[in-house]
């Protein structure tokens, strides 16, 4: 649905509209906007999980996971968290710089594309509020997850307050400062 | 095995994190973001006519998956690569915790504060529910998380991701040092 503009050169009024009516739902959104055509039997998405595993045996193994170690992170009693997100931030750069330089394909023989990030406030406002939920729970959207996985069961009402708080914000979206 | 079941130091796991950026790029021109799954549990279970969750969830199915394989990944290490030892704290903040009855490091969350008996305490309904819908509020508010901002939008050198992990940091400065003592003592 967010391609439709792309299909057809829109006229100045269509951009206008789209740019006050639609408060750029796109630019705001995680989702990906560079849609792949291909279609794929389910199982394709099983590749996804075989990363998602790797990804939630490090996050445990790590403590990343751990509301002690996010306590630490923000009372500058360790290194640990800044070390993994510093490393992690660099490793990623070089490889988005890689595939930029060398226009890597994906295993579909796909153009990667990148989307830039448009400034708001919300970047400001939600930042810090996401920032002081960060250090409650010990957990972003990611750990919420592990933790689940690790055993903390409870967490699950966790994740609910948060879907809950996403969707509250989904509701107010148009009404709250950008 | 016994290198795998103690924990991990940090930059072994940031080596893992900084590959998944190009594995899901390259994978299937995916961008790592967690907290979208948020909005699509919302666009699937109670879109409600809201606008912002009108939307085919269906297309961003790959990211369920991806948090499937993380909930099955936490499961495997906190069980067959378990580390037996307590999870180390530094002094000081232990000295701190003690303060507030916290003295069990046996699990990866404090379970004197985050457990289904605490859930019914005024502190551990804050810290779950509230704790939570701030999380859930303010990434989708900041239009993405960690994930989605501190490590592929940083990864791409984008500015206003820098801008959102700045006050992501700015929020859990100011919580832990200055609010969450509190909290604790509730």
């Known amino acids: 649905m967010f391609n439709v503009q792309e299909f057809h050169s829109p006229s100045p009024e269509e951009i206008a509209a789209a740019n006050n009516t639609d408060f750029e739902v796109r630019s705001l959104d995680t989702m990906c906007v560079n849609e792949s055509q291909l279609q794929h039997p389910w199982w394709y998405n099983l590749k996804y999980a075989a990363v998602g595993l790797l990804f939630g045996i490090a996050f445990v193994k790590a403590e990343i996971v751990s509301w002690f170690r996010i306590q630490e992170m923000f009372r500058l009693q360790s290194f640990h968290m800044y070390g993994v997100i510093g490393t992690g931030v660099v490793l990623g750069a070089i490889s988005v710089w890689l595939i930029k330089r060398f226009k890597v394909k994906t295993i579909y023989g796909e153009q990667i594309e990148f989307h830039p990030k448009k400034f708001n406030r919300g970047q400001i406002f939600g930042g810090t509020i996401f920032g002081l939920g960060w250090a409650m729970t010990g957990a972003c959207p990611g750990p919420l997850f592990a933790q689940i996985g690790s055993g903390a069961f409870v967490i699950g009402v966790t994740l609910l307050s948060a879907i809950g708080g996403t969707w509250l914000y989904g509701y107010f979206r148009e009404r709250l400062p950008h | ?186």
Not at chain 2, 2 to 22: F, H, N
Not at chain 2, 78 to 99: C, D, G, H, M, Y
């Open chain 2, 1 to 186: 095995m016994e290198l795998l079941s103690k924990p991990w130091p940090w930059w072994a796991a940031g080596i893992i994190i900084g590959l998944i950026v190009p594995a899901l790029l390259i994978l299937g021109n995916k961008h790592f973001g967690l907290s979208a799954n948020l909005r699509h549990a919302c666009a699937a279970c109670f879109p409600a006519n809201v606008k912002f969750f009108k939307y085919e969830w269906k297309k961003e199915v790959w990211n369920f998956f991806f948090v499937g394989g993380i909930i099955a990944g936490a499961i495997i290490a906190s069980t067959l690569l378990a580390n037996p030892e307590p999870v180390k704290v530094v002094p000081e903040l232990a000295a701190e915790l003690q303060t507030y009855g916290i003295t069990d490091y046996s699990g990866m969350v404090p379970n004197q504060l985050i457990s289904w008996e605490s859930l019914f305490s005024l502190r551990g309904f804050i810290m779950l529910v509230l704790g939570g819908f701030l999380v859930g509020f303010g990434s989708r508010y900041a239009g993405g998380c960690t994930s989605g901002h501190s490590i592929m939008g940083l990864s791409d050198l984008q500015w206003p991701s820098l801008v959102a992990t700045i006050f992501f940091m700015v929020g859990g400065f100011i919580m832990a040092n200055l609010i969450l003592p509190h909290i604790l003592m509730l």
